[in-house]
């Protein structure tokens, strides 16, 4: 209560009754060495997150990442690689001093040490200077970071035939497929192989697509009546016409979908 002024209320003491204009300090005594939060370097921070996301999403547009098929459970030579973002960890267990009994230190050890040095490079390197020759330790901890990075990935990524595997590991959009479903053999899919291949022979958890499928005919046949890798023998149950219609469907559905 203040005599003739009458009663002010706040909702929190730490808020001033009394409104501040939002005008930056002057920080003229001091040129050259810090300068206001807002706006001045804010806008500077923006302006460079700005400028990286553009040029970010046009590479991505340029070359976009390539997707690869449903894994096959069943294809013992097909070898997973990591995202390239992964890449240069990939390849850092392929060296000797980080692989086989020496994992843990490929795994956790090293990139332990390598992202724990980059947080603490601010407060290992605390000059006053923003100047890249003015902040020698922190400038060079993350130089040296990037460039193994890039060196990592790069060796990595050389060795494969991205191209080729990209067209092999191709996935086929269920979209793109057509079906005839009026197709006699369709029947007997459905009573014999849809429950584990799916509706649109694209496979599922339990089972590979058989859209794609390398096999002729005469495997196909084989496969449905012998089964192979986790599929066990006997899964189709039908006569050898019954058979024959079953293969001749699968096998045109592959014709329809190259």
């Not at 001091?30 to 046009?58: C, D, H, I, M, Q």
């Not at 490079?121 to 100047?131: E, H, K, S, V, Y």
């Not at 922190?138 to 790069?154: C, E, K």
Request: charged share 20%.
């Amino acid at each position: 209560m203040h005599k003739g002024k009458g009663m002010k209320f706040v909702g929190d003491s730490r808020i001033s009754a009394e409104r501040k204009p939002n005008i930056p300090k002057d920080y003229s005594e001091y040129p050259g060495r810090t300068e206001a939060f807002w706006p001045n370097f804010l806008l500077k921070e923006w302006l460079v997150g700005a400028v990286f996301l553009v040029g970010f999403l046009s590479l991505t547009v340029a070359h976009p990442s390539p997707l690869e098929g449903m894994a096959d459970p069943t294809n013992a030579a097909y070898i997973p690689l990591p995202d390239w973002y992964f890449l240069f960890l990939y390849q850092l267990l392929k060296y000797e001093f980080a692989s086989g009994t020496f994992s843990l230190i490929g795994i956790i050890v090293l990139p332990g040490l390598a992202f724990g040095a980059l947080l603490l490079a601010p407060f290992l390197d605390q000059g006053p200077g923003r100047r890249p020759h003015q902040r020698p330790v922190a400038v060079g901890m993350m130089l040296l970071g990037l460039a193994a990075v890039m060196w990592l990935t790069y060796e990595s990524s050389s060795h494969v035939d991205w191209e080729t595997r990209a067209e092999a590991n191709k996935p086929i959009p269920p979209s793109a497929i057509e079906i005839d479903k009026e197709d006699p053999g369709y029947a007997i899919y459905e009573g014999n192989c849809m429950s584990c291949h799916g509706e649109d022979l694209t496979g599922g958890p339990a089972a590979p697509a058989l859209i794609g499928t390398e096999h002729s005919a005469e495997e196909i046949a084989k496969i449905a009546q012998e089964g192979i890798g986790s599929m066990p023998p006997d899964q189709f149950q039908g006569t050898d016409e019954e058979l024959k219609q079953l293969v001749d469907f699968i096998v045109s559905v592959n014709e329809g979908a190259e």
